[in-house]
């Protein structure tokens, strides 16, 4: 039964046309609710945030935009071009580490940075100071460390494996790492996100093969991977969706079709 009522839907997907009005769209939302709870897992129509817009889009390095991340933290500072990894320094502040795929690695003098305002504070004045966009922020607090970690976004939209982590120790602010997108341009006939009905079905059917356990969609959430083809740090972001269930958090690849859990 579970197999039919999935034909049925997926039909009514493929056959679905943008222009439909929003009645038409909201039934499509919840006939695909209905086949999931057919197959095992409770979903809420208002736990799935799709995003509609998000398309493919180029990335590529830009390096006015590391210097202006650099000097936001280390104010003036001397770059040496040490091939694929730009090296920003400041005597008095610290180091600053960029390489072309835009993975970062800012590691400050003790004291030049506090959290005495306050941790998340200091952090939201810097990624503002940074020029980040971020769509999420997380804290960890351990024995000797207390660490942000907030998700990249574009234009509102996360992206869902650029994450950066503002680490402090003793009050004062360590380490800022992470990943970043710059040079962001459409892709001529680039893919857009798939529809919300056969992203959850492609989702529901992977559990139903066993490859995990599953019996609540808390969100699933459109966005976008980040990806790098190129030594110079030419890349992409394409679209993806994050399904957060009550066993694990889920990628499911837009392009691929390919899904993984991660942390």
Same mark, same amino acid.
């Not at 679905?16 to 086949?35: G, K, M, P, W, Y």
């Not at 320094?89 to 580490?97: C, F, L, S």
């Not at 341009?185 to 559990?207: C, D, H, K, R, Y």
């Not at 969100?219 to 976008?224: H, I, M, V």
């Given at each position: 039964?579970?197999?039919?009522?999935?034909?049925?839907?997926?039909?009514?997907?493929?056959?679905?046309?943008?222009?439909?009005?929003?009645?038409?769209?909201?039934?499509?939302?919840?006939?695909?609710?209905?086949?999931?709870?057919t197959?095992?897992?409770?979903?809420?129509?208002?736990a799935?945030?799709?995003?509609?817009?998000?398309?493919?889009m180029?990335?590529?390095?830009?390096?006015?935009?590391?210097?202006?991340?650099?000097?936001?933290?280390?104010?003036?500072?001397?770059?040496t071009?040490?091939?694929?990894?730009?090296?920003?320094?400041?005597?008095?502040?610290?180091?600053?580490?960029?390489? $072309?795929?835009?993975?970062?690695?800012? *590691?400050?003098?003790? !004291? /030049?940075?506090?959290? @005495? #305002? %306050?941790?998340?504070?200091?952090?939201?004045?810097l990624?503002?100071?940074?020029?980040?966009?971020?769509?999420?922020?997380?804290?960890?607090?351990?024995?000797?460390?207390?660490?942000?970690?907030?998700?990249?976004?574009?234009k509102?939209t996360?992206?869902?494996?650029?994450?950066?982590e503002?680490?402090?120790?003793?009050? $004062?602010?360590?380490?800022?790492?992470? *990943?970043?997108?710059? !040079? /962001?341009?459409?892709? @001529? #006939? %680039?893919?857009?996100?798939?529809?919300?009905?056969?992203?959850?079905?492609?989702?529901?059917a992977?559990?139903?093969?066993?490859?995990?356990?599953?019996?609540?969609i808390?969100?699933?959430?459109?966005?976008?991977?980040?990806?790098?083809?190129?030594?110079?740090?030419?890349?992409?972001?394409?679209?993806?969706?994050?399904?957060?269930?009550?066993?694990?958090?889920?990628?499911?690849?837009?392009?691929t079709?390919?899904?993984?859990?991660?942390?």
């Amino acid at each position: 039964m579970t197999l039919v009522l999935i034909n049925i839907i997926f039909g009514a997907v493929i056959v679905f046309d943008s222009t439909a009005d929003a009645r038409i769209e909201r039934q499509v939302l919840e006939n695909t609710c209905t086949v999931l709870r057919t197959g095992g897992i409770e979903i809420d129509p208002e736990a799935i945030i799709a995003n509609n817009a998000i398309i493919t889009m180029r990335t590529a390095r830009e390096d006015e935009t590391e210097a202006m991340i650099a000097q936001a933290v280390l104010g003036q500072t001397v770059m040496t071009d040490l091939g694929v990894i730009y090296l920003y320094e400041n005597a008095q502040r610290g180091t600053a580490e960029f390489y $072309s795929a835009g993975d970062f690695e800012i *590691r400050l003098n003790d !004291g /030049v940075i506090t959290n @005495e #305002n %306050g941790t998340l504070r200091t952090v939201q004045g810097l990624i503002r100071d940074m020029g980040l966009e971020t769509s999420s922020q997380i804290v960890s607090l351990g024995q000797e460390y207390e660490t942000v970690t907030v998700v990249g976004a574009y234009k509102g939209t996360s992206i869902f494996n650029n994450t950066t982590e503002f680490i402090f120790s003793g009050g $004062s602010l360590q380490t800022i790492k992470g *990943r970043y997108v710059a !040079g /962001v341009e459409p892709v @001529e #006939n %680039g893919s857009g996100i798939m529809q919300t009905g056969t992203a959850l079905l492609t989702f529901l059917a992977w559990v139903r093969r066993g490859n995990a356990e599953c019996t609540s969609i808390y969100k699933a959430e459109a966005g976008y991977l980040h990806s790098v083809s190129g030594s110079f740090g030419e890349g992409a972001i394409s679209p993806a969706w994050l399904i957060t269930t009550d066993t694990e958090r889920y990628i499911v690849d837009d392009v691929t079709g390919e899904i993984w859990a991660v942390s």
